[in-house]
């Protein structure tokens, strides 16, 4: 029953019509993308140099996302530059060519009822719960992500202000 709930309500956050994307394609990523640069919580307090200066000398952080029902192969990507002194998204949408350093970038994935309950910051859906919970998938600097929890908070919840029709895949 629990599991009939949370879908019926995902599809409250992510209806099956009427959005012009699909949750979690290119446009969807370039509307976190554009989300993320509107958050004073991200732009500021990921611009230190414990995360946006941890970038191996490329000059950019990724961010990959993906539902499990959609598979790694949809993957979209969040290209995470520095910019006077702030941790802004330079792009969103499809992976580059670059090669992930999961000692630098983030490599996420949920169900879609996860991603919904993570977007709303439903008890036990914050970062760390999500983490420990197994509800979010991440491959990464895990270290790194502790010590900037409201940050990463922050970035889950964005899922919810992005709107994205989830009845397909991207």
Request: proline content about 5%.
């Amino acid at each position: 029953m629990c599991k009939a709930m949370a879908l019926a309500a995902s599809f409250a956050v992510f209806p099956l019509s009427g959005w012009s994307t699909t949750f979690m394609d290119a446009a969807w990523a370039q509307g976190m993308c554009d989300a993320w640069n509107k958050s004073t919580t991200l732009v500021t307090g990921l611009a230190g140099k414990d995360w946006m200066d941890n970038n191996g000398g490329r000059g950019f952080k990724m961010l990959r996302l993906y539902r499990d029902k959609c598979g790694p192969a949809s993957a979209v990507q969040l290209t995470i530059v520095p910019k006077d002194g702030k941790a802004m998204c330079q792009s969103g949408g499809a992976p580059s060519a670059d090669k992930m350093d999961l000692s630098l970038d983030y490599l996420m994935h949920a169900t879609d009822e996860d991603w919904m309950c993570m977007g709303k910051g439903s008890w036990g859906c914050g970062a760390m719960g999500a983490m420990m919970t197994g509800k979010l998938k991440f491959d990464g600097p895990k270290m790194e992500a502790m010590g900037v929890m409201d940050p990463f908070n922050a970035f889950l919840q964005l899922v919810d202000d992005v709107p994205g029709d989830a009845s397909k895949c991207p």
